[in-house]
């Protein structure tokens, strides 16, 4: 447990100390957000009735952003390899790995959404869920991701093929994160969307670091 | 403290530290009276003393047979340095005995059990030393040490191995300053940082000056001493007393075996 810990705020530090990594990924998500209003018009009727699913999917492609760089620093300087030879089992960091990525990108990205959705005049009642969506739905983004990161190390062109790969599997929380929003401002049940989007975070815990090691272990081969 | 001991390190760069764990009686005897080793060897317990060998390694990297029917023992202070010209299959060995990569055939052994039966212990009781730092630039060089003990539950002799490799100047500076030679140290000194009984290291000596190396040939001693065992792939002549010597051009495959 304590080596477990010092993995998540080794990378905590390292996130804070180069800086640029959690900034630039909400400053994307400000600027991607602001694009919407310029190209669909300024009208609050029409950005009202997009505002969840521009924000969920920006969250998205911000959270994508900074998924290449979680193992390919140390994958370059040979941190992987010596990792690979703790005494701690891999999937146990690629947990706290995820962990950390979540810290620094998913959870200033739920935090900051309710002002993005405030600018593109957000239904009041969806605000609560909209958050609270993302407070669920980011963590399997984060796990998620980390298979694909892991997967792509080594290869040409890492960042795009990540996408590909990673894109098609965040469609179930993206369906459900924006769902639970829509339905707390269309007065509908939320309890299902909540549920759905629980159980995918829980499906990711196990799943996502036993994959992610796997292809882990076949980069430091 | 033993004679041997003394005899072998320079009082200045003593590692008598508390530390460092001291010689037991028992290794000493085994070193200088052969015929116990192989009677302990058959006690069934307890197993103090286990063997660690590989039996018929076959290394395949991509398409290219790297080697085959490579055999080696290491007992309890023992070192073996693996020569060969590049690409002889010296990293890949280092790292089949880690456990990085799987031989394709063969059976790796500690103490008679394959060490794919227990990955984790295996894991505790080496330390690899690649070719590649496993440094992080913004990281201060007492706290990227720090890190890697920490990874293996244990602190307290990190300052003792900064000291050691003469670090402890630059033990706040952040690892992006170091010149590589430093750089080279630091990774050394996670040797010392954390105590574990197999070192296996990849031209451990390449970009260090002549005291590190010495420090370093002295470091290989003390823990030989004290029971460690060490592999270490080199090209150059390294002074490390009775040290087997595996050539790995032995093993490599000869155009009729890949034809057949």
């Not at chain 2, 015929?35 to 058959?42: D, H, K, N, T, Y």
């Not at chain 2, 003469?166 to 080279?184: F, I, N, Q, V, Y």
């Not at chain 2, 003390?222 to 792939?233: E, F, M, S």
Request: hydrophobic share 50%; aromatic share 6%; net charge neutral.
């Amino acid at each position: 447990m304590s080596a477990w810990l010092t993995l998540v705020r080794r990378d905590l530090r390292l996130a804070l100390r180069q800086g640029g990594d959690a900034a630039m990924v909400i400053a994307f998500f400000f600027l991607a957000v602001t694009l919407f209003p310029l190209g669909v018009g300024p009208a609050p009727e029409t950005l009202s009735r997009i505002a969840a699913g521009i924000v969920w999917v920006t969250a998205l492609l911000a959270a994508l952003l900074s998924l290449e760089r979680l193992f390919l620093a140390d994958y370059e300087d040979g941190s992987l390899e010596v990792l690979a030879l703790m005494p701690l089992p891999l999937e146990f960091q690629v947990l706290a790995k995820a962990l950390a990525h979540w810290l620094t990108t998913g959870l200033p990205l739920t935090l900051v959404a309710p002002l993005l959705a405030l600018l593109l005049h957000l239904d009041r009642a969806g605000f609560g869920m909209l958050v609270a969506g993302m407070a669920l739905g980011t963590p399997t983004l984060s796990l998620v991701g980390a298979v694909g990161a892991a997967l792509t190390l080594g290869a040409r062109r890492g960042g795009v093929l990540l996408s590909l790969l990673v894109l098609p599997l965040y469609i179930p929380v993206l369906i459900f994160g924006v769902g639970a929003t829509e339905a707390a401002i269309t007065g509908l049940a939320v309890r299902p969307h909540l549920l759905l989007l629980t159980a995918l975070l829980l499906a990711a815990i196990p799943l996502a670091p036993v994959a992610a090691a796997a292809a882990l272990r076949q980069a430091v081969e | 403290m033993s004679l041997t001991s003394v005899a072998v390190y320079p009082p200045d760069r003593s590692f008598n530290g508390p530390g460092f764990p001291q010689p037991g009686p028992l290794l000493l005897c085994t070193c200088s009276i052969p015929p116990i080793l192989g009677m302990m060897r058959a006690m069934p317990l307890p197993d103090s003393n286990p063997l660690f060998a590989g039996t018929n390694l076959v290394c395949l990297r991509g398409e290219r047979l790297v080697f085959t029917d490579l055999n080696f023992t290491l007992d309890a202070g023992q070192a073996l340095l693996l020569r060969g010209p590049n690409g002889s299959g010296k990293s890949s060995l280092l790292r089949v005995l880690a456990g990085l990569i799987r031989p394709e055939a063969g059976r790796l052994t500690w103490g008679g059990a394959k060490i794919t039966e227990d990955p984790v212990a295996h894991r505790a009781r080496l330390h690899f030393v690649g070719h590649l730092d496993a440094l992080k630039p913004p990281l201060g060089v007492a706290e990227m040490l720090g890190f890697w003990a920490g990874m293996r539950g244990d602190t307290g002799k990190v300052a003792q191995a900064l000291d050691y490799f003469r670090l402890t100047r630059l033990a706040s500076a952040p690892c992006r300053l170091l010149s590589a030679g430093e750089r080279k140290r630091l990774a050394l000194a996670r040797l010392l940082a954390s105590p574990a009984e197999l070192w296996l290291l990849d031209e451990p000596t390449s970009g260090l000056d002549a005291a590190a190396e010495t420090d370093l040939m002295h470091a290989i001693a003390r823990h030989r001493a004290g029971g460690g065992r060490v592999v270490l792939a080199t090209h150059g002549p390294l002074p490390i007393e009775d040290a087997e010597t595996l050539a790995l051009d032995d093993y490599m495959p000869r155009p009729k075996a890949i034809a057949a």
